[in-house]
């Protein structure tokens, strides 16, 4: 396998291609963008912002590492990773973006599953500084970017393969900066995904949705799997990581949050829809 960063960059200002300077990035009109010291690049302008630090706290994105790490999602991330190169021929080169990429798990695994013919040019992207300083530190070889999915700083028809799992997608955007044929690989929550810690947050859950998914505007349907296993905790720390990295700790009432806190197993049911998007 051969892996490299991702250079089509685009200036989050005026959307012109951005050229590397030695530690900036730059783009014809001078905006001008620095290289952190752990590689990665803050590519998201302070009128861009909703907040002072979005996205992700550093706990939050600790708690996270922590729990992808011990590798209790991985069977996500090996079947994304198949997913993603199963089209691409033995001896393709191809441009891949994770948006809104966490600590960067996803796309570890997606470089460490690439044949060895291939070369793939990775870009992590997230809102969250903290998430892609980990990120950064753990892989160096893809390019890692701080930066919004609503103005991607990427360039327009460069992506062969953009990853959104678990995140906040903009079907617009997407469709942009994916080349013609490429495709939209998104993750979403099955009705059953983690319903046994959700009954503890909760008084009453919501009834789950059971339409079907209609592609978004500007791609067509390709294929749909579930992902569905049953997975056991064990440990107050664990349970904890899993709770701060989902939307659940700040949905909870105090009383609720003490109630998961008290555990020291638990057992879930993990439920995943996988679909695949072309741009059209």
Not at 94 to 101: E, F, P, S, T, W
Not at 151 to 168: A, H, K
Request: with cysteine; charged share 20%.
């Amino acid at each position: 396998m051969n892996i490299t960063p991702f250079q089509a960059l685009a200036c989050p200002l005026d959307g012109a291609p951005l050229q590397r300077c030695g530690s900036t990035w730059r783009c014809q009109a001078g905006h001008s963008f620095d290289i952190a010291s752990h590689g990665y690049a803050h590519l998201l302008p302070v009128q861009h912002k909703r907040s002072r630090d979005p996205g992700d706290s550093k706990e939050m994105v600790a708690a996270r590492r922590r729990f992808l790490n011990a590798g209790y999602y991985q069977p996500i991330a090996a079947a994304v990773s198949a997913a993603a190169l199963a089209d691409l021929p033995a001896t393709a080169r191809a441009a891949c973006l994770d948006a809104g990429c966490g600590e960067g798990y996803y796309l570890r695994q997606l470089a460490a599953a690439t044949g060895k013919g291939q070369t793939l040019a990775l870009l992590g992207l997230d809102i969250s500084k903290w998430a892609i300083l980990a990120a950064a530190k753990q892989e160096p070889r893809p390019n890692w970017v701080v930066g919004s999915n609503a103005r991607l700083p990427v360039q327009t028809g460069s992506i062969d393969r953009l990853l959104c799992l678990f995140g906040f997608p903009a079907h617009a955007e997407f469709a942009r900066v994916l080349k013609p044929n490429g495709q939209l690989l998104q993750v979403d929550a099955g009705p059953d995904h983690l319903r046994q810690l959700r009954e503890i947050i909760y008084p009453r859950l919501k009834p789950e949705a059971t339409a079907k998914v209609q592609p978004p505007p500007g791609f067509a349907s390709l294929a749909s799997e579930n992902l569905r296993y049953a997975l056991h905790l064990a440990g107050q720390e664990t349970i904890a990581d899993l709770l701060a990295m989902t939307p659940h700790l700040y949905r909870a009432s105090t009383e609720r949050r003490a109630l998961a806190a008290e555990l020291t197993t638990l057992s879930l049911t993990v439920d995943v829809r996988l679909t695949r998007f072309v741009v059209t």
